[in-house]
């Protein structure tokens, strides 16, 4: 029932059979006492995964493998097992999908740790959920638990094939798919074997941050760079994982106080640019120049890109009012994240926002049709009147 009230509070889409949330819960006794009977007997097998191409910034797209209802409550029940166990061995530098640590929190010691440190290593695991080892992860979890019934339910979430729409289904012999309530957890344990435990053990003075499969490795000196990164492509090799030939690199944090010339100055992470830029410092307010992270290119374009698709233009049945308490939940998720850091950087999505209102409202009202500035003049004094109204003026 925990598990249930859990999966029920993310909500999420249906998997292959396509039964929702509200159908589970129509019959929601019946539904859980067959579920609960079947994992307590050792005949509950999981459905197949249901994949969806997701678009990524850079063009590609990223597979998730989202699970049927039914299976998204059983691997609740397994999590909530495994977790309280797991969860005090990870390193205090690994913050993805757990509970206390955030993105942001990986951001702000990524970004202290570059004003210390002049050199980056900016490492990317080759299509990580998609390679993890089916042997090596079940040795972990046998390590971690001797109950059987968890061994056999991960064992076969694991190799549970993937239904992809106008492909067919799918065998899978490695990896653990993303969109799976277990696979967050299962990551963070392979890779705290593979990567944090054994950096902590080899390199003690190396730091790094870890969120999921992006990881960020901070070094005195080219030198120690290249070392470091050799050794661990080494590692992670044993662990069948491979560091992406492209997107692997080392970076020089140039700021107003160093000054040798390197290639790579600048690196992303967690939908922010770490580069140098002009800041101001809030003891004195004077300008300088500093390694510091803000929103970076690739984020601004996809939100650039969501933004565009809403048509606002085209709503104009709706009032204002109704426009903005439709729009201000995505644009408050966007400020409270990516306004952590270089809230400056954001100036651009106001103003496309700014620019796509105006465009409605030529649409909606006559005295304004075809005059982009004096609707541009008529917003800035409804801010002025109402700058709680949206969410960018706020």
Same mark, same amino acid.
């Given at each position: 029932?925990?598990?249930?009230?859990?999966?029920?509070?993310?909500?999420?889409?249906?998997?292959?059979d396509?039964?929702?949330?509200?159908?589970?819960e129509?019959?929601?006794?019946?539904?859980?006492?067959?579920?609960?009977?079947?994992?307590?007997?050792?005949?509950?097998?999981?459905?197949?995964v $249901?994949?969806?191409?997701? /678009?990524?910034?850079?063009g590609?797209?990223?597979?998730?493998? %989202?699970?049927?209802?039914?299976? +998204?409550?059983?691997?609740?029940?397994?999590?909530l097992?495994?977790?309280?166990?797991?969860? /005090?061995?990870?390193?205090?530098?690994?913050?993805?999908?757990r509970m206390?640590?955030s993105?942001?929190?990986?951001?702000?010691?990524?970004?202290?740790?570059?004003?210390k #440190?002049?050199?980056?290593?900016?490492? !990317?695991?080759?299509?990580?959920?998609?390679?993890?080892?089916?042997?090596?992860?079940?040795s972990?979890? +046998?390590?971690?638990?001797?109950?059987?019934?968890?061994?056999?339910?991960?064992?076969?979430?694991?190799?549970?094939?993937m239904?992809?729409?106008?492909?067919?289904?799918?065998?899978?012999?490695?990896?653990? /798919?993303?969109?799976?309530?277990?696979?967050?957890?299962?990551?963070?344990?392979?890779?705290?074997?593979?990567? !944090?435990?054994?950096?902590?053990?080899?390199?003690?003075?190396?730091?790094?941050?870890?969120?999921?499969?992006?990881?960020? %490795?901070?070094?005195?000196?080219?030198?120690?760079?290249?070392?470091?990164?050799?050794?661990v492509?080494?590692?992670?090799?044993?662990?069948?994982?491979?560091?992406?030939?492209?997107?692997?690199?080392?970076?020089?944090?140039?700021?107003?106080? +160093?000054?040798?010339?390197?290639?790579?100055?600048r690196?992303?992470?967690?939908?922010?640019?770490?580069?140098? $830029?002009?800041?101001?410092? $809030?003891?004195?307010?004077?300008?300088?120049?500093?390694?510091?992270p803000?929103?970076?290119?690739?984020?601004?374009?996809?939100?650039?890109?969501?933004?565009?698709?809403?048509?606002?233009?085209?709503?104009?049945?709706?009032?204002?009012?109704?426009?903005?308490?439709?729009?201000?939940?995505? &644009? $408050?998720?966007?400020?409270?994240?990516?306004?952590?850091?270089?809230?400056?950087?954001?100036?651009?999505?106001?103003?496309?926002? !700014?620019?796509?209102?105006?465009?409605?409202?030529?649409?909606?009202?006559?005295?304004?049709? +075809?005059?982009?500035? &004096?609707?541009?003049?008529?917003?800035?004094?409804?801010? #002025?009147?109402? /700058?709680?109204?949206?969410? #960018?003026?706020?």
């Amino acid at each position: 029932m925990e598990a249930y009230r859990l999966v029920k509070s993310r909500k999420g889409t249906g998997g292959i059979d396509e039964q929702t949330i509200e159908e589970f819960e129509s019959k929601l006794k019946d539904n859980l006492y067959k579920l609960w009977n079947r994992m307590s007997s050792g005949s509950y097998m999981p459905a197949a995964v $249901r994949g969806v191409e997701i /678009p990524k910034a850079n063009g590609g797209t990223r597979r998730l493998g %989202i699970p049927t209802v039914t299976d +998204r409550i059983a691997q609740t029940v397994v999590k909530l097992y495994l977790e309280p166990n797991i969860e /005090p061995l990870f390193h205090p530098d690994s913050y993805g999908y757990r509970m206390g640590k955030s993105a942001q929190q990986a951001i702000g010691r990524a970004r202290q740790r570059c004003w210390k #440190h002049d050199w980056v290593i900016d490492l !990317d695991i080759k299509g990580f959920f998609d390679t993890i080892d089916h042997n090596l992860m079940m040795s972990l979890v +046998r390590k971690h638990t001797e109950e059987k019934w968890v061994h056999l339910y991960v064992s076969r979430w694991l190799q549970a094939p993937m239904q992809i729409a106008g492909q067919g289904m799918e065998e899978r012999r490695a990896g653990t /798919p993303q969109g799976g309530v277990i696979s967050p957890l299962l990551a963070n344990l392979y890779l705290h074997y593979a990567f !944090d435990q054994w950096m902590a053990g080899e390199f003690p003075t190396v730091a790094f941050e870890r969120y999921a499969d992006d990881i960020v %490795i901070h070094c005195r000196t080219e030198k120690q760079a290249r070392y470091v990164l050799g050794r661990v492509k080494e590692r992670i090799a044993m662990w069948k994982l491979i560091a992406h030939p492209e997107k692997t690199r080392i970076v020089y944090c140039k700021d107003g106080q +160093r000054t040798e010339e390197y290639p790579e100055k600048r690196f992303d992470f967690l939908g922010y640019e770490f580069r140098g $830029r002009s800041c101001k410092s $809030r003891s004195k307010g004077q300008l300088f120049f500093g390694f510091t992270p803000a929103i970076s290119p690739k984020s601004l374009q996809a939100i650039g890109k969501t933004i565009r698709s809403w048509e606002l233009s085209k709503q104009s049945p709706l009032d204002i009012k109704a426009i903005a308490e439709w729009m201000n939940p995505i &644009v $408050r998720g966007w400020y409270q994240y990516y306004g952590a850091y270089g809230k400056s950087a954001l100036g651009c999505i106001r103003r496309q926002i !700014d620019h796509l209102i105006a465009r409605w409202a030529m649409r909606k009202y006559a005295h304004l049709h +075809r005059k982009f500035m &004096v609707t541009l003049c008529w917003l800035k004094g409804l801010r #002025h009147r109402k /700058p709680e109204l949206f969410a #960018h003026w706020a």
